[in-house]
DNA sequence: GTCTATACTAAGATAGAC
DNA sequence: GTCTATCTTAGTATAGAC
């Protein structure tokens, strides 16, 4: 392996640390409180070293929103398509719930914020994620319209609200999970009996 | 009235619309996103007058973020007192409910957010905040109580986890929330029978 | 009470040496 | 690839006139 090679895996090694390190740092003090200069101390580097791998903070910002919804959707699938073929709604439910709060405890819950995310962007990138959003929408939106034909659940077929509540609760778990205390299985699992069953003794 | 009183008015009148003011371009953009340069520019005013109002951005994040959970905490009390007597569990919870997410809807959720905050803030300050904080979670936490023993709910006494949920459900409702589509109180009532009896058929 | 002018600071970013 | 040094911009904040 000669000299350039090394050099161009060091290049790629700093930059996922980077990634790394950014993106802990925007989960831990959110974005605006994270400076340039901020992410390179934890690094070890300065912050002018960083220009040589992201164009910019945008920049980095986008690649780590762009992973963190791309993660998502994929754990999701992945959980679903790991499921028997006749797992019943609450069962399938589970896993979605499960696979997305691993992702919310992984990366925080920027990665579903739209509005206090203005990073001046070029429209590409824009469009791109505007792509992964919907997306990510439309494999719970299809969950929770097999289960209304599965007759598994009882709202309607357009389950905009319901399906809004449960994700703002798992979103907003970003502020309390403490992974040491409940692993995400457990709380997943308490978050699919609450959502399907409620509290109200039957 | 002489000029003095005048003066006096006016400064009233002025820090109270500085007030509203910062509240919604805080809830529109978030903290960070939002200048002195920009609220002075909505207000008419320049952003140095802003100081003769208030002593620093910091004095109106903590004059803001205190009043608001003053005002979940006042409205979800008035809430509760003004119901009969005999108002089961379900009814008090619409109400709390109802009354917790019209705060949301006005002040935005900012007020819940603890990681994100940190504006070096006197010691006195942050410890009333987080004294409101503790009162507002005890009167959730009252609540729920109250209904286990009378049997309304089933789970169990200490019934943080599901209280997270629910609140953070509430919260993030900050994010979609659209009154001109659905009120608070419909919104309630959906939230509330979600809640307490879920989506399974019974 | 609000203005103009300006000080101070911190952040993002670039240039060029090594 | 990372450094030092520096530029530029934008934000908070102050001083003093009106």
Redesign the interface.
Known sequence: MDAKAQRKDGAEYSSAMLLEIAADMFR???I??TTMRNIAERAGMKASSIYYHFASKDAIIDRILDRSIAEAIERIRRALAELPQEAGF?VRLCAAVTAYLTTVNDYGTFFA????L?SQVSPEIAERNRQRRIELDQIWANLFAEGHRA?????SEKNT??R??????????T??MDTSR?SPAE?GQ??TS?????????
Chains 1, 2 share one sequence.
């Not at 914020?113 to 206090?116: A, E, F, H, L």
């Open positions: 831990e003090r959110g605006a409180h609450r914020v739209t509005r206090q203005r007759g598994d659940i009882t709202i609200i319901e809004l509540f449960l994700l703002g609760a798992l979103n907003w778990a502020e309390w409940k709380l308490l978050a609450l959502f399907m069953d409620g509290i109200a003794p039957r």
